[in-house]
């Protein structure tokens, strides 16, 4: 029975976990062109990724290439490249899709091909995608020119490259969260720990470190957590085995160094079952520093939570991390009067205890902080 079905590269198996595999690399996709380039017999093998009606490539990688070559296209050929604008999935040939005319008019591309080569077959990807990707296969002057069977296997891997750069939209969005995130918590120099179900830690950011290396008061060894005190960790411990029933839990850490307590809030880290339950994220930590954080602003937390300007500097001061006797020595006022404040606020905001006013003073950051003086 006569075979009808295009044919594919030889690796193509290679090729596609290659595809795949390279997006999680530090140079994303490099992996798969180049072996993309030896399954096809290209020179070279050059992907693009941009936002539509760019002026310059958002990503321009062709391995093995001179760097000068794509700098010299990324800068003065990009715009003027007449090769684009392929029909969505469809492997197009240079010399079928560029008219003589066209390229006439384009002096600098006509040059740099001349240069380089006109044996080009390209695809571009990304009609549902906020990106378009471009991939462009050239083979030297001197090498075998394209055949049609060389564009049905190119056309064989559309799909797959279909479901890469949706991956790869995902994962690149999802970094650019994790930044934005993790830097906006390190500048309230808030520190972030993520735990396992074990109790293991997983991550943690600058601010966390820095705390942790003082060992005063906690510390981390051999990857988990010890405090000096050890029924605090037997609360975490009890926190972690409630699971997803557990509520936001808050402890105060003592430090024998007298500096000021430590505050640590942990609660439920919003992973999803499946990943928690192989040992990834189960519990997140944030630890504050009364000495290192920032100074909450007294006047943002009054007029957010209607509070008088005496309540309002209690409050922010039990939200940096200071026990009610250090409010009362820090304001000059008496505890009765910082317990009367107290009491004035849970009434005003629907809390019931000091752990939840210090939670919803700081679901409001960061902006309400203020950098420390």
């Given at each position: 029975?006569l075979?009808?079905?295009?044919?594919?590269?030889?690796d193509?198996?290679?090729?596609?976990?290659?595809?795949?595999a390279?997006?999680?690399?530090?140079?994303?996709?490099?992996?798969?062109?180049?072996?993309?380039?030896?399954?096809?017999?290209a020179?070279?093998?050059?992907?693009?990724l941009?936002?539509?009606?760019?002026?310059?490539?958002?990503?321009?990688?062709?391995?093995?290439?001179?760097?000068?070559?794509?700098?010299d296209?990324?800068?003065?050929?990009?715009a003027?490249?007449?090769?684009?604008?392929?029909?969505?999935?469809?492997?197009e040939?240079?010399?079928?899709?560029?008219?003589?005319?066209?390229?006439?008019?384009?002096?600098?591309?006509?040059?740099?091909?001349?240069?380089?080569?006109?044996?080009?077959?390209?695809?571009d990807?990304?009609?549902?995608?906020?990106?378009?990707?471009?991939?462009?296969?050239?083979r030297?002057?001197?090498?075998?020119?394209?055949?049609?069977?060389?564009?049905?296997?190119?056309?064989k891997?559309?799909?797959?490259?279909?479901?890469?750069?949706?991956?790869?939209?995902?994962?690149?969005?999802?970094?650019?969260?994790?930044?934005?995130?993790?830097?906006?918590?390190?500048?309230?120099?808030?520190?972030?720990?993520?735990?396992?179900?074990?109790?293991?830690?997983?991550?943690?950011?600058?601010p966390?470190?820095?705390?942790?290396?003082?060992?005063?008061?906690?510390?981390?060894?051999?990857?988990?957590?010890?405090?000096?005190?050890?029924?605090?960790?037997?609360?975490l411990?009890?926190r972690?085995?409630?699971?997803?029933?557990?509520?936001?839990?808050?402890?105060?850490?003592?430090?024998?160094?007298?500096t000021?307590?430590?505050?640590?809030?942990?609660?439920?880290?919003p992973?999803?079952?499946?990943?928690?339950?192989?040992?990834?994220p189960?519990?997140?930590?944030?630890?504050?520093?009364?000495?290192?954080?920032?100074?909450?602003?007294?006047?943002?937390?009054?007029?957010?939570?209607?509070?008088?300007?005496?309540?309002?500097?209690?409050?922010?001061?039990?939200?940096?991390g200071?026990?009610?006797?250090?409010?009362?020595?820090?304001?000059?006022?008496?505890?009765?009067?910082?317990r009367?404040?107290?009491?004035?606020?849970?009434?005003?905001?629907?809390?019931?205890?000091?752990?939840?006013?210090?939670?919803?003073?700081?679901?409001?950051l960061?902006?309400l902080?203020?950098?420390?003086?």
């Amino acid at each position: 029975m006569l075979d009808l079905m295009p044919e594919e590269y030889d690796d193509m198996p290679g090729v596609l976990a290659a595809l795949f595999a390279s997006l999680l690399d530090e140079e994303p996709w490099a992996a798969f062109l180049g072996r993309l380039s030896k399954a096809s017999g290209a020179t070279w093998v050059t992907l693009i990724l941009t936002p539509r009606s760019a002026e310059q490539p958002g990503m321009i990688l062709t391995p093995n290439a001179d760097p000068g070559v794509g700098a010299d296209y990324s800068s003065r050929l990009f715009a003027d490249d007449p090769f684009i604008g392929l029909p969505d999935g469809k492997v197009e040939h240079f010399r079928d899709f560029v008219s003589a005319t066209m390229l006439d008019r384009k002096t600098a591309f006509r040059e740099f091909v001349e240069h380089t080569s006109d044996e080009i077959l390209g695809v571009d990807i990304g009609e549902a995608s906020r990106l378009e990707l471009r991939l462009r296969l050239t083979r030297a002057a001197d090498q075998p020119r394209f055949t049609i069977e060389d564009r049905r296997k190119l056309e064989k891997i559309v799909p797959h490259l279909r479901i890469a750069l949706a991956l790869f939209e995902r994962i690149a969005s999802g970094e650019t969260e994790q930044r934005i995130y993790a830097g906006a918590v390190a500048q309230m120099a808030v520190g972030l720990i993520i735990l396992d179900r074990k109790g293991k830690v997983l991550r943690l950011n600058a601010p966390a470190s820095t705390i942790l290396a003082e060992q005063d008061g906690i510390a981390l060894r051999n990857g988990a957590l010890t405090f000096d005190d050890a029924s605090l960790g037997r609360q975490l411990q009890d926190r972690l085995a409630r699971g997803e029933d557990g509520a936001p839990m808050t402890i105060r850490i003592e430090r024998p160094s007298g500096t000021g307590d430590l505050l640590l809030v942990a609660g439920q880290a919003p992973a999803p079952d499946f990943i928690s339950a192989g040992g990834g994220p189960a519990l997140v930590l944030f630890l504050t520093d009364p000495t290192h954080g920032p100074r909450i602003s007294a006047e943002a937390i009054r007029d957010l939570l209607g509070l008088t300007q005496g309540e309002a500097a209690v409050a922010a001061h039990l939200a940096e991390g200071l026990a009610p006797a250090e409010v009362a020595a820090r304001l000059g006022i008496s505890a009765n009067t910082v317990r009367a404040h107290l009491r004035s606020i849970f009434g005003k905001t629907g809390v019931k205890r000091q752990s939840q006013l210090v939670q919803l003073v700081h679901q409001s950051l960061p902006s309400l902080s203020r950098p420390a003086g």
